[in-house]
């Protein structure tokens, strides 16, 4: 096997991998031989899909910002807080750890990750001269941070379901809860639904030169 | 694998269904921003005059619970009378944010009536807003208070207006037969004198409300004391501290309209209705708004008001409805208060309730005025009898005091005042219709006491009459034994005592006598005056006289008595025991123990042809008989002169002493004394000569010897004067009483030897005068004897007259003659004596002047012995 060419890909030798129990099955083949899943060589969709979720997060992460995230009743005074007042809250109650936990989780991830995306998405649609290398490791940690981002949410749903004493003190999401945990969501959406495939595909002829070059 | 698989058509799509998950979340986001900025909150601004309790973020603004909107801001106004306080509303109050749209501040307040906003204490003020219409505006005045009604409840608002306040306040309930069905909302005043209420009766309850309903104020408690018991009412708890109100409907009026006004009255008494008419009268009195009219114990209407006008008091007056067909046109009002007496007392409510109006009955249409009365109105007055009772002075009678005959009540004291001369009280007094011919010409009154104590001789007896006569006083008729009955208006007495008043008539039928006294006597107002042990009168009063140095004894005898009063009648004071000892024994007259505590006087009678003095009081029984005269005299202070020692002229007693007092300065004692009756003119001539006798022992013999047993006494020789007195200065010396026809003269001796007063002249060995008395000559060489000679003998001695002492012995030893001695006779010799010798006969040429003056011879002359002219007597 030491005359495999160690950059060929699967599609150009008839194969391609299961997306569910990763068997190599031949092109021909519509569904796995082992599992019976629906096979494709490169879903070619998938870079349209994550697009449009990715879009969608964006979109949403407006509201999630601006609008309340939590509505907090304190001795019957209403207060709204924003994910941002949130934050201020938090800092000008001292609790900087907290603030700076909650800040990344919930502003500076969802961010990151929608920019990470798209830098990636853009990357792979408009063959952006980008390390592939690179690209695949901030892909994985767009990925792996991205469910931190719950962390907001499940704040608020804890104190949501904790706090409850009525006109005394009760704690309730507000509409950019949903709208933040859409992000989350359609941010995770959208890196999972994307396949990353395409990214070498797409970036294969120009990384590998730098890619040698480099190795070089 | 010959098998040819058809182609498959794979038709590329150019996009992906996913595409539409953006556009949902562009449609979903733009709708949201859509959304948001249409809900974005209306600014509206709302200025407060205090901030106090607004914060920015945490007020909010509520309707009916609902959070409409917040405080976004607070800023100071520009002309710093307030705050404007910007609210972000929500957006679907927006058709709210009108020209009558109200906003005020709602804070926690508790009150007897109930706690509001007590969401507050957790939520902290908020601003209330109640929608209105008009125009839109986005500034608005806050409101000071809540406004009355709340839209959301349906009910019925009525404007109330009372003068006062009193305890009502927003909140207070509105109760119909003590059921709350509504409450005040809010009040102000309206102009100056009057205050607005409005009040908000629920849904349920304002049918209730008529139009002609009555409503009254029921806050606080209602205490109904009287007499008969003390009865609390309130409508509720709240009332008493919130006040409250209620209201009365008839069942058939119209239900009333929104906004209708009504009056408070204060008490459901007024408020009842009735008919209004005015009672005028000269001033208040104690009558004032509220004073209950009443009929017959019952009360039926009261004074709702009152008002001064030109002439007087005008009170509006109202009785009640259902009596008010008792009002007629000669109906009469009067002013009845509490009678308030130690006798009881009557309407004691009245004490608590104040004075009431009382009410008479009449007849004919009502009329619209009355005069108020502050008397009842006599309808009886024709009838009965009034008199006028004098009295020196106010028994203890009151007014309102009864007039019993026998204990039976037979009218009233209307009146007690002072006479128009105040000298005395004049009680107008009634008799009742049935009573007045009890009352008789000649009968009197007399007061009655309550308690009376009758403490004499013959034991104690208490009588007490009944409590309204200890406090009231009452009065008694006695009647007279006259049949004419008395006028109206007469005038009759009232006697301080049955026994007064018998005295009085008693007194009318009196002998009046004065009697004088130099001392008090020992009597007092009563004593008895009596006349053989009995009693014919008595002593009225004892006066002193200045301008006669004397007492004044007033008498009065009984009439019957009268006859004894005559010429020879006389007065004189018994002591309360006069011992009478004499040789012949001893009396002891007891006086009656009447007498002996008061004093007492005996009337007697002189002899038929006697006059006695009825204008003195002499001081015992002798003396009056004797018609005594009282003198006084003075004495040095040695004289030894006791009470009842006589005063004798040659002997013959003529008077006697009544007392011996020492004056002031101590060097002279004056004796009161009494000259008897039929001397005493002889006696009491200013040169009346009064001398003490006392007894006097020498060798001569004791002059006045009785005098050591009976004490000295004073001797008196009458003067000459025209001029009479009663006071005099004695002597101690008997002044010689120049007798007519006794031949006074004086003799001169360098020397007194033996001679002194009393020393006998002798005229061949018989005695024929005296030496009365001596003193030396004005210029002291010599001194001068005055004597004289017996009447019988005057004509013995002449100008050739020789005296010579005949004193003691005389022994002349002569060489040649031998001793001789010469005496006269024994008296002469221990008492001295005087001898006298006459040369020539007496004629009318050798007559002895008056007063002439002899040298006193030591010796006899031998010669002088032959002389012996043969006289005569003329």
């Known amino acids: 096997m030491s005359n495999i060419d160690e950059n060929a890909q699967g599609k150009e030798m008839g194969l391609t991998t299961c997306p569910s129990c990763n068997k190599l099955n031949e092109q021909k083949q519509t569904h796995c031989t082992r599992c019976d899943s629906p096979l494709m060589v490169r879903d070619t969709t998938s870079l349209q899909k994550s697009w449009a979720l990715l879009i969608t997060a964006a979109i949403l992460l407006i509201p999630a910002n601006i609008y309340p995230i939590t509505m907090l009743t304190d001795r019957g005074r209403i207060r709204h807080d924003t994910i941002f007042t949130g934050i201020t809250h938090l800092v000008q109650s001292d609790m900087f750890p907290i603030a700076i936990i909650l800040f990344t989780a919930s502003i500076l991830v969802p961010l990151l990750k929608i920019v990470g995306l798209t830098i990636y998405l853009t990357a792979i649609s408009f063959r952006l001269p980008i390390s592939k290398k690179m690209l695949m490791v901030g892909f994985h940690i767009i990925e792996w941070i991205g469910r931190w981002s719950m962390l907001d949410l499940f704040v608020i749903s804890i104190t949501v379901a904790l706090v409850n004493m009525g006109q005394l003190l009760d704690a309730k999401p507000a509409p950019a809860a949903t709208a933040f945990a859409l992000v989350i969501l359609l941010t995770q959406m959208a890196a999972k639904v994307l396949d990353t495939r395409l990214l070498w595909d797409r970036l294969e002829s120009k990384d590998d030169k730098n890619r040698s070059t480099k190795s070089r | 694998m010959t098998k040819i698989e058809a182609p498959k058509v794979v038709k590329k799509k150019l996009f992906s269904p996913i595409w539409l998950l953006p556009l949902v979340a562009l449609a979903l986001g733009a709708w949201l921003g859509v959304k948001s900025i249409k809900e974005a909150g209306i600014e509206v601004r709302i200025h407060f005059p205090s901030a106090t309790g607004i914060d920015v973020g945490k007020t909010l603004v509520r309707y009916q619970g609902l959070t409409v909107g917040k405080v976004v801001d607070i800023s100071i106004d520009d002309e710093l009378k307030g705050v404007n306080v910007d609210l972000k509303m929500d957006y679907r109050a927006d058709p709210f944010l009108n020209k009558g749209t109200k906003f005020w501040l709602v804070a926690p307040k508790a009150s007897i009536t109930g706690v509001e906003g007590l969401d507050t204490l957790f939520s902290g003020n908020y601003i209330a807003i109640q929608p209105g219409n008009g125009e839109s505006q986005s500034f608005f005045e806050a409101e000071e208070n809540a406004p009355a009604i709340l839209p959301n409840e349906d009910g019925l608002v009525i404007e109330l207006t009372s003068e006062t306040l009193g305890s009502l306040d927003v909140g207070s309930q509105l109760f119909y037969r003590q059921i709350p069905v509504g409450q005040v909302i809010s009040y102000k005043l309206k102009g100056a004198s009057e205050i607005s209420l409005t009040a908000f009766i629920k849904k349920q309850y304002a049918h209730l409300v008529k139009k002609d309903s009555q409503f009254w104020n029921v806050s606080g408690l209602k205490i109904d004391a009287s007499l008969s018991g003390i009865k609390i009412k309130t409508e ?282 130099p001392d008090g006597a020992d009597l007092s107002s009563g004593a008895p005056v009596y006349y053989q042990k009995m009693q014919i009168g008595e002593v009225e009063n004892v006066n002193w006289q200045t301008g006669e140095q004397s007492f004044t004894v007033n008498l009065s005898i009984q009439e019957q008595f009268s006859g004894l009063l005559k010429s020879n009648t006389v007065f004189w004071r018994n002591g309360a025991l006069s011992v009478n000892a004499a040789l012949t024994g001893i009396e002891i007259d007891v006086a009656p123990l009447q007498g002996a505590l008061k004093g007492s006087i005996t009337l007697g009678l002189l002899d038929e042809a006697e006059h006695g003095d009825q204008e003195h009081l002499y001081a015992s029984k002798s003396l009056a008989l004797a018609q005594a005269k009282p003198i006084s005299l003075s004495f040095p ?238």
């Open chain 2, 236 to 517: 509720s708890l709240s009332t008493i501290l919130a006040g409250g109100l209620s209201f009365s409907s008839s069942e058939n009026s119209e239900i009333a309209e929104k906004g209708q006004q009504y009056k408070i009255y204060d008490n459901e008494e007024l408020a009842l209705g009735g008919i209004e008419f005015t009672l005028t009268a000269d001033k208040a009195e104690s009558a004032s708004i509220g004073t209950a009219i009443v009929f017959r114990g019952i009360k039926i209407g009261r004074i709702t008001d009152s008002n001064l006008t030109d002439s007087g008091v005008e009170f509006t007056a109202k009785l009640n409805t259902e009596h008010a067909e008792l009002l007629s046109a000669s109906s009469q009002f009067w002013l009845e208060g509490a009678d308030l007496s130690l006798s009881g007392v009557k309407h004691a409510e009245r004490l608590l309730t104040g004075s009431v109006i009382n009410f008479s009955l009449g007849s004919g249409e009502p009329a619209s005025q009355y005069p108020l009365l502050t008397e009842q109105p006599d309808k009886l007055a024709t009838s009965k009898l009034t008199l006028t009772l004098t009295s020196e002075s106010n028994q203890g009678i009151a007014e309102g005091a009864e007039v019993r005959y026998k204990q039976i009540a037979i009218g009233k004291v209307n009146s007690v005042k002072l006479n128009s001369s105040l000298s005395g009280i004049e009680y107008q007094i009634e008799i009742w219709p049935e009573f007045t011919q009890l009352v008789t010409q000649d009968s009197y009154f007399v007061p009655e006491s309550a308690l009376s104590i009758d403490a004499s001789l013959e034991g104690v007896s208490v009588k007490t009459r009944d409590f309204a006569t200890l406090t009231q006083g009452a009065i008694s008729l006695i009647q007279s034994s006259s049949k004419s009955q008395v006028e109206k208006g007469a005038t009759l007495s009232l006697f301080a005592s049955r026994q007064t008043a018998e005295e009085h008539f008693k007194n009318q039928n009196l002998i009046k006598l004065t009697l004088s006294s």
């Open chain 2, 637 to 874: 202070a040695d004289v030894k002169l006791s009470a009842k020692a006589p005063i004798r002229y040659h002997g013959h007693q003529v008077g006697e002493v009544e007392s011996v007092k020492l004056d002031k300065t101590l060097e002279n004692v004056t004796a009161k004394a009494y000259l008897y009756g039929n001397y005493a003119k002889h006696f009491t001539q200013t040169d009346a000569s009064y001398f003490i006798v006392d007894a006097q022992i020498s060798l001569s013999g004791i002059t006045a010897p009785e005098t050591l047993v009976t004490g000295p006494y004073i001797g008196v020789i009458p003067g000459k004067s025209e001029i009479t007195s009663v006071n005099f200065v004695a002597k101690d010396t008997p002044a010689k009483q120049r007798k007519a026809g006794e031949l006074y003269f004086t003799l001169e001796d360098n020397n007194l030897g033996s001679i002194k007063s009393g020393t006998p002249i002798f005229f061949r060995g018989m005695k024929i005068g005296q030496v009365d008395n001596y003193n030396l000559s004005a210029t002291g060489n010599s001194v001068l004897m005055h004597a004289h000679i017996d009447s019988q003998f005057s004509h013995l001695v002449n100008q050739s007259s020789q005296f010579w002492d005949l004193s003691g012995v005389k022994v002349d030893i002569g060489l040649f003659s031998g001793a001789k001695i010469e005496t006269g006779t024994l008296e002469t010799i221990l008492a001295g004596g005087i001898g006298v010798v006459t040369q020539s006969k007496t004629s009318n040429s050798n007559q002895l002047a008056a007063d002439s003056q002899f040298t006193l011879q030591k010796q006899l002359d031998p010669e002088w012995l032959n002389w012996a002219p043969e006289q005569k007597a003329p």
